[in-house]
C-alpha cells in the first residue's frame, strides 16, 4: 500500500488548515481533524503546524515558497557534455574520478550521471539505463541466434 501523499491531497490538507486557522481553531484540533479525515495520508504534524502557524500570521498563499540558496552553477550543458564524453571514452571511470578530472563535486557528477544522462552503475561501469536500437538489434540477433542452436 503506497503511504506517499499525492500534490492534490497535499493541495486539499493545505486548504483546510487554512480554513482552520481562520475559523480560529487550534493546531492541534486541525491535526486531529486532518488525522481523521485522511489517515495515514495525513500530513505530519511538523508540517500541519508549519502551514498553520503561516496562516495564522496572516499567510494567504497556499503554494510554498520558493527555497532560497545559490543556484548551481556548475551543473551546465557544457559540464554535462564532459562528463558524457569522460564516461564514453571509459566506461570504467568512477565518480570520483570524474570530479577529480573536471574539478567537480562529486554529488554535482553523479546528479550529471543519473538525472542528466539517465545512465546508473552497472558492475564496475556507468552505462545508459536503456539500450539504443543498435544494441537492441544486436540483443536480438544474439537471442535468435542462441535459440536456433
Not at 554535462?80 to 563535486?105: P, Q, W
Not at 552503475?121 to 543498435?134: D, G, M, Q, R, S
Request: aromatic content about 6%.
Amino acid at each position: 500500500m503506497c503511504v506517499c501523499v499525492t500534490e492534490t491531497e497535499n493541495f486539499e490538507q493545505q486548504c483546510a488548515i487554512k480554513f482552520c486557522a481562520k475559523l480560529g481553531g487550534t493546531g492541534i484540533e486541525t491535526f486531529n481533524k486532518l488525522k481523521q479525515a485522511y489517515g495515514e495520508h495525513a500530513l505530519s504534524r511538523t508540517q500541519v503546524f508549519k502551514w498553520y502557524k503561516a496562516f495564522s500570521a496572516g499567510c494567504e498563499s497556499i503554494k510554498d515558497e520558493p527555497c532560497s540558496g545559490r543556484p548551481s552553477t556548475s551543473k551546465t550543458e557544457n559540464n554535462v557534455e564532459k562528463v558524457r564524453a569522460l564516461v564514453r571514452s571509459d566506461h570504467r571511470l568512477t565518480v570520483r574520478m570524474i570530479a577529480s578530472e573536471l574539478n567537480l563535486n562529486q554529488t554535482t557528477v553523479h546528479q550529471i550521471l543519473t538525472q542528466e544522462l539517465a545512465m546508473r552503475k552497472l558492475y564496475a561501469k556507468i552505462v545508459p539505463k536503456n539500450l539504443t536500437i543498435e544494441q537492441k538489434d544486436v540483443c536480438l540477433h544474439l537471442l535468435e541466434w542462441i535459440q536456433s542452436d
